[in-house]
């Protein structure tokens, strides 16, 4: 048994889809979240930005007393896990990865998958290089869509929306052309818009939210090291953010499905 | 005379169109630029946020020997000029709402004057106030548009496409039907997409560039005051980002209408 709380990041409120994720499979686990909204979205800077922001994220996150650090964060989790890893080792650090591309390779049918991301996932070549080394023979089709954030950060995923439902369309069309049977959502801010996917892929399409998929990770790791927190529910979650705590609680309690306003606070993470 | 530089900012690539009047009007003027391209966009962050991020990105700039500091950012004028001009006298701070509110009064034949910008600066009324208090009885209307700088900072601001097309017509319906003569785009990010907005407002409605009004003030400052540049051309011109500068070169070379790709260089905004 181990009760030391489990830190978990994000550039923003996307990772919260994870936190929920977490809190339903593993209810007795202490959970710190940051969520870095004063610089949200990551997924467009360099990598030496990403890799700068994330080491501070980290940094904040270990002022606690920690058994693992879960990265619900796919731009970070693509840019920054090895180099995040080394420099906390022994502490575990988990990404979305390796998760999501195991359940991608477990779920297709045909080996023909598609992937969706920030600019620096895909250009990083990540979850490519996963599911290859996975399954060789898949064929990986991956396409960035840097308005996913921005739009699910402002709050527009609802299907329906007009705006939602073209953007949709443009950045999904190459995965109908390739005929994929599973999508992975490489991106934590995507599961919001899973709906709005669903509907314009169609029932055959697979979709996999990477944030979910870590939280499979996790739950193992908790298990097969025996380090599960001694309570089975009832696990403290303690939220920060890096912009207004304020309008972290009233958008968050959306992306987390349960309210948390007035209970988040503020952290300056430029001095971690 | 006074051959010292003008420092201009903004959150990102947006103040470059406020920099591309300036060096058109007052070719002879050194010019140091930074743009906040590790935490754009600030338009949607609390106002404490982006107080703090503005007094970092004028220090920045201090460390060059100036004569004005231009706010190329309409979210940081809205939201923290009085702030930063009291830091800072007696240098002037020059931001885009006064010059931008008095172009729009003195274009105006109805009096009926629209106003676009990010969720910060409607939040704030300073536009509103201002244009009341040049013209009492003006009839203003303003609506935020919180995707407009993702999309431009993402390239998309063509006419013709349709996600700009349809967000396009969706922030501005409210204008069209106030039956507006005058549209004041309160966010420097927002010439960019100047031929889609008029596309849509139609010839009847003047559209007010607050970077461009900004820079009429500017050169009335230095007339006034005599601290006109020496040089009448050839004013070198300085770039800076908190972001990979090579990117910052590559966009920022269609926001200023000229190539500075290999000059911009990148800074540790957070350590100022």
Redesign the interface.
Known sequence: MDDRAIGVFDSGMGGLTAVRELIRRLPGEDVVYFGD???VPYG???A??IIKYARQDVAFLRGFDLKAIVIACGTVSTTALDILTRENAPLPVIGVVEPAARAAVAATRTGRIGLVGTKATIASGAYERTVRRLMPQAVVTARAC??FV??V??G?YQPGD??VE??VA?YLAPFREAEVDTLILGCTHYPLLRDAIAAYLGPGVTLISSGAACVDTVARLLEERDMKNAKAQGGEHLYFA???A??FGVLGSVFLGQDIQGQARQVAI?NY
């Open positions: 909204t004063g610089r467009g800077r360099g030496e930005t840097p308005l921005p739009l950060e402002n527009r007009p705006l073209l953007l443009e890096s912009d207004s304020q309008d430029e």
